[in-house]
């Protein structure tokens, strides 16, 4: 297991961190999993036998019973709090309230305590907003999370699921106000779906923040399990909760693709799924969930997964986002010179490079 510096900060993560999804196992979330306390303390065990440091939950999870079956084995575990770093998030529903919800000062300051009774802490190391809230304005968010910090309650926060524009307004506005900033982007990505690599890559690169994905498998799809030209197995997640979205079109491709290099490499398709999403630099910690202890092993592996670069290419080829502007047209306008100056690119290269984009 390696070690990644977390953001601009002095904090080391774990390249792959244990997400806390499929504990409990109510509403919308007993599709996902339904670990109870004794597996969930098997798991975590595992993981942090396994080098993993980094555990992931969220206050909606399971109406809460998420965070109390962490906050739970932890303490069972008995490991040194300084060498866990927890992190959790906030803006779902959690009561029926009308201010149960969101991403308000109230609701934010309400929440970090209600989240910390459950995990039986004092503190969480990371806090994310899961989402955006259009009732708020951002620099309530931000304040509200500033002081978060500032009382000892979190030492860092995060964003899940922002748009590039709105994460890129939060950041300028904490660093011009001297707030706490966002230090982390926890975001779907999976090679069956690379979208954050059009906006959300490049200004998380710019402004150093962590990129942890999400779902990398694809809600199972990348498990092995799945063919598309047949259901998947019964008792699989997306045969009840067909999430996240997938281009199907393109799945395809992308499967027979990691079938080839599950079989040269004689691992399986899902660790051959995670070793590619370890060889991109941008990553820092890939969130891996599990309902079983062997699924958890076998991904645990795919940090000794070495692929080789013609596999590599191969994946990239196969799970290659198409063009879409304005990517294209600055690649267009750059195919020379990356100042777009200088010696104009030849009439073949400009026809090459078109045909390429259709």
């Known amino acids: 297991m390696r070690y990644q510096p977390f953001g601009k900060t002095g904090l080391f993560v774990s390249e792959l961190c244990l997400g806390a999804m499929t504990f409990g196992g109510t509403g919308i979330f007993k599709a996902i999993g339904q670990v109870g306390a004794a597996e969930a303390e098997s798991l975590i065990g595992t993981?942090?036998?396994?080098?993993?440091?980094?555990?992931?939950?969220a206050d909606v999870y399971s109406d809460g019973e998420s965070e109390r079956l962490v906050g739970a084995a932890l303490k069972a575990l008995a490991r040194p709090r300084e060498q866990i770093v927890v992190?959790?998030?906030?803006?779902?529903?959690?009561?029926?309230?009308?201010?149960?919800?969101?991403?308000?000062?109230?609701?934010?300051?309400?929440?970090?305590?209600?989240?910390?009774?459950?995990?039986?802490?004092?503190?969480?190391?990371?806090?994310?907003?899961?989402?955006?809230?259009?009732?708020?304005?951002?620099?309530?968010?931000?304040?509200?999370?500033?002081?978060?910090?500032?009382?000892?309650?979190?030492?860092?926060?995060g964003f899940s699921n922002l748009p590039a524009w709105l994460a890129s307004k939060a950041i300028t506005f904490a660093q011009e106000n001297g707030l706490a900033r966002f230090q982390s982007a926890q975001v779907y990505y999976s090679i069956a779906g690379r979208d954050i690599e059009r906006e959300i890559v490049p200004l998380c690169q710019a402004e150093g923040i962590a990129i942890l994905p999400w779902s990398p498998l694809a809600g199972g799809l990348l498990s092995g399990k799945f063919d598309p030209e047949k259901k998947g197995p019964a008792d699989a997640r997306r045969a009840?909760?067909?999430?996240?979205?997938?281009?199907?079109?393109?799945?395809?491709?992308?499967?027979?693709?990691?079938?080839?290099?599950?079989?040269?490499?004689?691992?399986?398709?899902?660790?051959?799924?995670?070793?590619?999403?370890?060889?991109?630099?941008?990553?820092t910690s890939i969130i891996i969930g599990a309902k079983k202890k062997e699924q958890l092993v076998d991904n645990l592996a795919a940090v000794d997964v070495k692929l080789a670069p013609e596999h590599?290419?191969?994946?990239?080829?196969?799970?290659?986002?198409p063009a879409e502007y304005p990517g294209w047209m600055v690649d267009f306008q750059n195919l020379r010179d990356p100042r777009g100056v200088g010696k104009m690119p030849t009439e073949a290269e400009i026809r090459a490079t078109v045909a390429k984009l259709k």
Request: hydrophobic share 45%; aromatic share 6%.
């Open 47 to 57: 993981s942090f036998d396994a080098g993993i440091n980094f555990i992931d939950t």
């Open 312 to 321: 590599v290419k191969l994946l990239d080829d196969a799970s290659a986002l």
């Open 240 to 283: 009840s909760f067909d999430f996240p979205p997938v281009n199907m079109e393109r799945l395809p491709r992308v499967l027979s693709a990691l079938r080839t290099v599950s079989e040269a490499t004689n691992v399986s398709v899902a660790r051959v799924a995670l070793a590619w999403q370890l060889t991109k630099p941008f990553v």
């Open 87 to 157: 992190a959790t998030k906030v803006r779902g529903r959690v009561g029926p309230g009308v201010n149960q919800v969101g991403l308000s000062r109230a609701h934010i300051l309400a929440s970090i305590d209600g989240s910390l009774k459950r995990l039986g802490l004092d503190h969480v190391d990371l806090y994310q907003i899961h989402g955006f809230d259009p009732a708020t304005p951002v620099e309530e968010t931000l304040r509200a999370l500033d002081d978060v910090v500032r009382i000892g309650k979190a030492r860092y926060v």
